[in-house]
């Protein structure tokens, strides 16, 4: 079966090139001009991955970042005019897995869209793999993490970095060795990603210092999964 991408941007020029080369590459390629129309695709036929513009009509690609992602997991690379952090941030802390930035290169763009869908589908191979902390399950075969008696929303790539750095408890690990790791040797984005995502494992998990364990940062160094 076919991967199924979607797609979305207000350019019909850039759509028509994107698609030229995903579909040379085997890709079924289904296309959207607008935000609000996004959604609709995706509800009606939900993608494997979609190709998601921040500059759109209707509704902006942050705002359909969003609204996937309280539905699903399902892998989002943004593509961006512009080349700043503020974007960057925003599209991790939003839940994105990757941005590439216009003018960008086709070939580096589905060299991105493999490695992507490669991580997504490598993670969820882990089978019978559970971590258990006071307060805190994190269970790879089914992929959930339980804080408080709660069953956590959290992207794939989030579950993985607790995961990693739960099973090596006092363990120092380095941004680049994270990224290695956790997002594989052939991710394309920057220490920053770590600092992203370690900040939304603290927000969701606030208050496991009193249960004995916190992700501790190593100034200077890295992180750790620190357990007393």
């Known amino acids: 079966m076919k991967t199924k991408i979607l797609l979305v941007d207000d350019d019909p020029n850039i759509r028509q090139l994107v698609r030229l080369y995903l579909e040379k590459e085997g890709f079924d390629v289904t296309e959207a001009d607008r935000g609000d129309t996004a959604l609709k695709e995706f509800k009606a036929a939900p993608p494997n991955l979609m190709l998601l513009d921040v500059m759109l009509p209707g509704m902006d690609g942050w705002q359909v970042c969003r609204e996937v992602r309280k539905v699903s997991n399902i892998p989002i690379i943004m593509l961006t005019a512009k080349d700043e952090t503020f974007d960057k941030v925003l599209g991790l802390e939003l839940g994105a897995d990757d941005y590439v930035v216009k003018p960008f290169d086709a ?49 794939p790539k989030e579950l993985e970095l607790l995961y990693f750095l739960a099973s090596h408890p006092g363990m120092v690990f380095t941004r680049e060795q994270l990224l290695e790791q956790v997002w594989g040797y052939d991710y394309f984005g920057d220490s920053r990603t770590v600092d992203v995502h370690v900040k939304r494992l603290r927000e969701k998990l606030s208050g496991g210092e009193a249960m004995g364990w916190q992700i501790k940062t190593v100034w200077g160094v890295g992180y750790k999964f620190d357990v007393k």
């Open 107 to 155: 070939k580096e763009l589905v060299a991105r869209i493999k490695a992507v869908i490669r991580r997504y589908q490598n993670g969820g191979e882990s089978t019978e793999k559970e971590l258990a902390f006071p307060g805190l399950t994190i269970n790879m075969s089914q992929y959930t993490v339980t804080y408080m008696g709660k069953e956590m929303d959290m992207p």
